[in-house]
């Protein structure tokens, strides 16, 4: 069965900083994988996704992810983090190797930035 | 760009009433998925339609029950309801061919609270 695993609930990062947030995955073949990001009581949106080819995907603002085969993660990064990122990070794997369409997702990291 | 709209965006019921929530996916899409949020939780699939037709079920409730309409909106509709209904319900939508079905693009969510 698939799963994903977000192991930080709550990261803080300074603004400027870097950002990792990490997700690792259980599926049985080649996962479809992807990241959306909540604001408080607003609905989810698309940063990235990857399904196949190269392993580093580039999604909007500013975001990209690397997807490692050997690790079974997809971790989201961002160079340099602004106040409007704060905000709930879901990681979700699509189920797409039973033939249905719908997502998985992980519990989400929520991320505060601090000035 | 035309987004996937929902309707309402808050309902306050009481236990034992019924519910009846509306979505209406971005034009062309004809997939839709309903998700389930509870309180600090990830969202949960529900069900999904394609073509006006179920095309999978998750871990929806046989209180509840949707359908998918010619025009291709969704309504969600929801009975006997229970004090842990009370989430953020989402609706997303897609093509459902091949990998596009897989990038589903999520309306803003209808905040019930059962009381």
């Known amino acids: 069965a698939q799963s994903v695993t977000q192991p930080d609930i709550h990261i803080t990062v300074s603004e400027g900083a870097s950002l990792e947030l990490r997700c690792n995955y259980s599926y049985g073949a080649t996962p479809y994988l992807f990241w959306y990001v909540q604001s408080p009581g607003q609905g989810l949106q698309l940063l990235l996704k990857y399904f196949s080819g190269d392993t580093l995907v580039q999604g909007i603002k500013g975001f990209e992810a690397e997807f490692k085969r050997s690790q079974s993660s997809f971790n989201l990064r961002k160079p340099s983090v602004h106040w409007s990122d704060a905000a709930e990070y879901f990681c979700a794997v699509g189920a797409h190797q039973t033939g249905a369409n719908n997502l998985f997702f992980g519990t989400g990291t929520r991320l505060t930035v601090i000035p | 760009a035309a987004g996937v709209i929902q309707s309402p965006r808050h309902l306050i019921k009481e236990k034992r009433e019924t519910a009846t929530l509306k979505c209406y996916p971005i034009?062309?899409?004809?997939?839709v998925y309903w998700y389930q949020q509870g309180p600090g939780q990830d969202p949960q699939f529900l069900i999904s339609?394609?073509?006006?037709?179920?095309?999978d079920k998750g871990s929806i409730p046989d209180r509840f029950s949707a359908q998918q309409f010619s025009d291709y909106h969704s309504e969600l509709n929801m009975s006997s309801l229970e004090l842990g209904d009370s989430a953020l319900y989402f609706c997303?939508?897609?093509?459902?061919?091949?990998?596009?079905?897989?990038?589903?693009?999520f309306g803003p969510g209808t905040r019930l609270t059962v009381t």
């Open positions: 339609f394609y073509e006006k037709m179920q095309s």
């Open positions: 034009p062309r899409h004809d997939t």
């Open positions: 997303a939508s897609s093509f459902p061919s091949g990998i596009g079905g897989y990038e589903q693009y």
